[in-house]
């Protein structure tokens, strides 16, 4: 198939960015430099051409058990400020992504939560000021952990809360943690008027039901099985639900029922009016970046410009930032659009 749409119009189209981790956006060489320096064995002792290899990545426990040793890695307020800068500029900025909430999942490091919140803060702080991105923070729960622990980590991601921590989520394996039992977690965080996600890659249908009923979610990330259930996907475009969809890591990771770049699964959620975006989940550690999923599933899907700016559109309208900050991004948003036209029509 002839590309259609090349990198450079890619790279340039404006990005609201709602699903991609902070410790999946570690570059390989701040990795490989952080885990000798802080003494974190990583299997193989890899350099930065070999720590990331997703086409080794067999399932998705095997691409987790890379992630923690990223996160065991950062010992330091200053590590964690290096770790969020980099993945705003480079996996973000560097896109033209203008806005992101970072998912992260402070668990595996040893540094006490306050003091790794400080050091994302920094990074926050630091990306701004140099690429002008604005960014917030979705803090995520670990759902192979116990109840016990969710609520626990809830509970101090309140007492420390700031107001950049806008909403939690639920990571790792939905196998090994289905959403149900994590509902007094997400309640006490929603009383404490945090917004809240979930990620569904592999389970039933019904799990997006019990995110959006027992979890009380306003958003669903990834959740391509929807499309396997009529009334269920029926009832989501109804209420507009937001789907966060990965199309390059999910397509190796095979949770998007492709694995062979098709996308198809992305196409049916659009076709059925689903409000999807579009972003990169842990780009180095699946060897992409915000252009080259939007790259991917515009020449896979045959989608034009339009197409991909409505992307952008739904991200604006799933995000969590206030009436206000949202209008400012449509404006700006529109700003390019005709921008961009007339550029094209000076070139023809």
């Not at 990331?52 to 058990?65: I, N, T």
């Not at 006490?188 to 997006?208: K, M, N, V």
């Not at 009016?273 to 842990?282: A, E, M, P, T």
């Amino acid at each position: 198939m002839a590309e259609l749409l090349t990198r450079t119009l890619a790279q340039s189209i404006p990005k609201i960015s709602l699903h991609c981790h902070l410790l999946g956006s570690v570059p390989a060489a701040t990795a490989v430099e952080l885990a000798r320096r802080n003494g974190v064995a990583i299997p193989g002792d890899p350099d930065a051409d070999r720590i990331y290899d997703s086409a080794a990545y067999e399932d998705l426990g095997q691409f987790l058990s890379v992630y923690d040793l990223v996160g065991q890695s950062l010992h330091t307020r200053d590590d964690f400020r290096r770790a969020t800068y980099e993945s705003l500029t480079v996996y973000g900025a560097d896109h033209n992504v203008w806005y992101r909430e970072i998912f992260v999942t402070p668990q595996p490091s040893p540094l006490p939560y306050p003091d790794a919140l400080a050091g994302i803060l920094d990074g926050m702080r630091d990306a701004r000021h140099d690429t002008g991105i604005e960014s917030r923070i979705i803090m995520a729960v670990n759902r192979e952990h116990s109840v016990a622990e969710a609520v626990e980590f809830v509970e101090t991601v309140i007492e420390y809360r700031t107001d950049e921590v806008i909403g939690i989520g639920l990571d790792y394996e939905e196998v090994n943690g289905p959403p149900a039992p994590f509902a007094p977690a997400f309640e006490l965080a929603r009383q404490a008027g945090l917004r809240r996600t979930a990620h569904s890659e592999s389970g039933p249908p019904s799990a997006i039901e019990v995110i959006l009923d027992e979890l009380h979610c306003s958003r669903v990330d990834h959740g391509y099985h929807v499309v396997t259930d009529e009334r269920i996907a029926r009832r989501c475009a109804e209420e507009r639900v937001p789907f966060t969809a990965t199309p390059v890591s999910s397509d190796i990771g095979r949770y998007s029922g492709s694995g062979d770049g098709s996308h198809r699964r992305i196409r049916e959620m659009v076709d059925l009016g689903l409000l999807v975006c579009i972003d990169s989940d842990d780009p180095p550690m699946f060897g992409t970046d915000p252009t080259n999923d939007y790259h991917a599933v515009g020449n896979a899907l045959g989608y034009d410009l339009e197409q991909l700016l409505q992307f952008s559109r739904n991200a604006i309208e799933a995000c969590w930032l206030d009436d206000a900050d949202k209008q400012r991004l449509r404006a700006r948003l529109d700003d390019w659009v005709v921008g961009c036209a007339s550029t094209t029509m000076k070139e023809q």
